[in-house]
């Protein structure tokens, strides 16, 4: 949990809405086909919860925040400039939207896929 201090008392910001709007972010970029879980675990939490809270690790500290996410991109795109884009586009709209300072994003791709077969 992340909070700051305001004159008109304490802001606490959960995990959970930086998850969303990192999520939402990263699958609004070109070239990124979903999220994947990042270990067994989340894997098996996929398999048995229908909740969106796989993919994104987010850390927290009073200078900021550094997220790390687990994506499934598509096939024939350079891995490289995607992942450049993705990382840009979530620090800004979680800078954006949570007033606070990302410092570093982790992209890590998990798979490839093709989107389109023809």
């Known amino acids: 949990m992340t909070n700051q201090e305001t004159e008109l008392g304490k802001i606490y910001i959960l995990p959970r ?3 969303t709007v990192a999520r939402d972010a990263a699958l609004q970029s070109y070239g990124v086909i979903g999220m994947a879980p990042a270990n067994l675990g989340e894997a098996i939490n996929k398999m048995f919860c229908k ?4 993919g994104i690790l987010v850390k ?5 925040f550094e997220l790390t996410l687990n994506l499934v991109i598509e096939y024939g795109l350079r891995i490289r400039s995607v992942t450049d884009s993705v990382a840009e ?3 800004y709209h979680v ?7 990302v410092k570093r994003v982790n992209v890590h791709v998990r798979g490839l896929r093709i989107s389109n077969p023809d």
Do not use: C, F, L, N
């Open 17 to 19: 809405a930086i998850r």
């Open 51 to 54: 909740s969106a809270e796989y």
């Open 60 to 64: 927290s500290d009073p200078d900021g």
């Open 89 to 91: 586009t979530v620090a």
């Open 95 to 101: 800078q954006k939207v949570m007033g606070i300072p």
